[in-house]
């Protein structure tokens, strides 16, 4: 009987180690994972701001944090999408009246995309405020990072993670 476990020992070892196959979308070395961080956000608050309609629910982003944000980024080729956007948000940023994101897309259509992954990013670092179906302010929201073998992908969640799934962002698609 001792002898048999010696002989299978390696084998369960292997086994149980191999379950996990390395490599994600954009990391070779990395293995699959799923990152949940629960994020508390603003207190929604009346002053006009950025707004983005997101399933049932309303983002809300201040200027401040807005332009803040926008800040960060120093792209210099004047012809790509992401530059125009941001200088178009910028020129906005003395708001009066809240302002819908999406508007910004109607001008092109490369705009839509970007626009949620701006939400997404600001989201994620909590400046933001949600509103529910109903008008109530949410306290938190759940950011889920999957990385898997063949693609990596955000899922922004209003509450606990795997309820109200409200934003989805792809980072990362392979071959």
């Known amino acids: 009987m001792k002898y048999i476990i010696l002989i299978f020992l390696p084998f369960l070892l292997f086994s149980c180690t191999s379950l996990k196959t390395k490599g994600t979308c954009n990391d070779e070395i990395a293995y699959p994972s799923k990152i949940v961080t629960k994020v508390a956000i603003k207190p929604f608050s009346n002053k006009p701001s950025f707004y983005y309609v997101a399933e049932s629910w309303v983002v809300f982003i201040s200027p401040e944090d807005m332009g803040s944000y926008l800040g960060l980024f120093d792209i ?15 020129s906005d940023l003395d708001l009066t009246e809240n302002k819908d994101l999406l508007q910004y897309n109607f001008e092109t259509w490369d705009y839509g995309i970007l626009i949620e992954s701006l939400v997404i990013a600001l989201a994620k670092k909590g400046q933001v405020s949600v509103i529910a179906p109903g008008g109530t302010s949410l306290e938190f929201i759940t950011s889920v990072e999957h990385n898997e073998a063949y693609s990596n992908y955000t899922v922004v969640h209003a509450g606990e993670d795997g309820v109200n799934s409200m934003l989805f962002e792809r980072d990362c698609i392979a071959d």
Do not use: A, G
């Not at 992401?82 to 910028?90: A, D, H």
């Open 76 to 90: 210099k080729n004047k012809e790509l999408p992401s530059y125009k956007l941001i200088n178009k948000i910028k």
